[in-house]
């Protein structure tokens, strides 16, 4: 049998890449290594954010726009308990890349989002302490996603489309030609006319001879039981993210219903490490990535640990995607290195990873996430 696609990877994007790519009607063959969906990568943790006033770089707000209006279709067909719009606060010293890059991409974009003045911040969100110094701003749609529930609604619907998902069947190796690509697992050989790859943290294993500058880090995420709980849940306690004084910063989420606790983690890359060896246990000093910034910013969640976790950054040098073709092959497209933000991406990802594959070109701005931006950068892998 010859496929339309194979994608190599059915985690975040391999999920939205195969589900679209089945909506357009097109025969998909997805490849998995481990469980479909499974917890060893970057798309597990019960809750991810989602925000449109980005201040990583102005150019991803019209992409976060067609990602908000497909995430808000899929949870309306699910019925539900996909994407939580909750608005989210923003905070950090006067003149932080995270409050003012929001605030330009804002009002580059026309997004609903200001700043709050310090008795606006007290009225609206006692549960905040900020230091001295520091300021905020709100933004209005933003929210967060269930990842787990996302990627299994995406699977399913490439199922009952028609795709051919394989879990724990890992890719040994692939080649391509102006006639098809061929990839071998380790049950069988499979042709398609294009490929796709999603691989996540292992994307620099699937893409060695680019030498694609990636780095895979060890992250921590966090769960404490608030002191005063019912105050930490929404609409009263919305999504967060605040810079301190060293440009790094901290992000969490209203309390859901499974896992109980708030959740917090650092948004900074950790020791680089081999994903395939990774240490998922705890470790000294995990509990105190998180802590201190609790304690600070929100006295009254500084309770009792309840949870920690680990998932996997995979850091481009920049700390933006790379979306692009494969220089050598066009019937290869790619992504990779999303750097801890590309969860609430991933429909829209899925839209542009199907154009690639399909017809060499897509309708999303994308120039800026190209692989030619990083030439001359050799690649440390892991």
Request: charged share 20%; net charge positive; aromatic share 10%.
């Amino acid at each position: 049998m010859i496929y339309d696609v194979i994608v190599l990877g059915l985690g975040t994007f391999g999920a939205a890449a195969a589900a679209e790519l089945t909506a357009r009607g097109k025969k998909v063959l997805g490849l998995e290594q481990f469980s479909i969906p499974h917890a060893m990568g970057s798309h597990h943790g019960h809750s991810r954010v989602f925000r449109t006033a980005y201040f990583e770089h102005p150019d991803y707000v019209p992409l976060l726009r067609q990602a908000h209006k497909r995430w808000i279709e899929m949870d309306r067909k699910r019925g539900g308990g996909l994407f939580f719009q909750t608005g989210a606060l923003y905070a950090g010293p006067r003149g932080c890349s995270t409050v003012d890059g929001a605030l330009e991409s804002a009002r580059r974009h026309r997004l609903d989002a200001h700043r709050l003045t310090p008795s606006d911040l007290a009225a609206r969100f006692p549960q905040f302490h900020l230091p001295q110094g520091f300021e905020a701003m709100w933004e209005s749609c933003a929210g967060y996603i269930a990842p787990e529930h996302a990627v299994s609604w995406m699977v399913r619907e490439a199922l009952n489309g028609g795709a051919d998902l394989r879990g724990h069947e890992k890719v040994f190796d692939w080649a391509a030609d102006g006639s098809g690509v061929v990839v071998h697992t380790q049950r069988g050989v499979f042709h398609a006319r294009s490929l796709v790859i999603t691989a996540g943290a292992w994307s620099s294993q699937v893409l060695k001879n680019l030498h694609v500058p990636l780095t895979v880090t060890r992250q921590v995420l966090a769960w404490y039981w608030p002191r005063r709980p019912a105050i930490f849940s929404a609409p009263a306690f919305p999504v967060w993210a605040i810079e301190n004084e060293e440009g790094l910063f901290h992000y969490g989420f209203p309390m859901t219903p499974s896992p109980p606790g708030v959740k917090i983690a650092l948004h900074k890359p950790g020791v680089a490490i081999d994903p395939d060896s990774v240490d998922r246990f705890t470790r000294s000093g995990d509990e105190a990535q998180t802590r201190a910034a609790l304690g600070r910013y929100l006295p009254d969640a500084d309770g009792q640990l309840l949870a920690l976790s680990v998932c996997l950054y995979t850091n481009s040098p920049d700390g933006h995607f790379i979306i692009d073709r494969h220089p050598a092959h066009p019937n290869v497209s790619f992504v990779c290195g999303c750097s801890g933000h590309g969860f609430k991406f991933a429909p829209v990802v899925g839209e542009i990873l199907a154009d690639l594959s399909t017809t060499g070109q897509t309708a999303h701005n994308i120039g800026f996430l190209g692989l030619s931006r990083l030439a001359g950068r050799k690649g440390s892998g892991t």
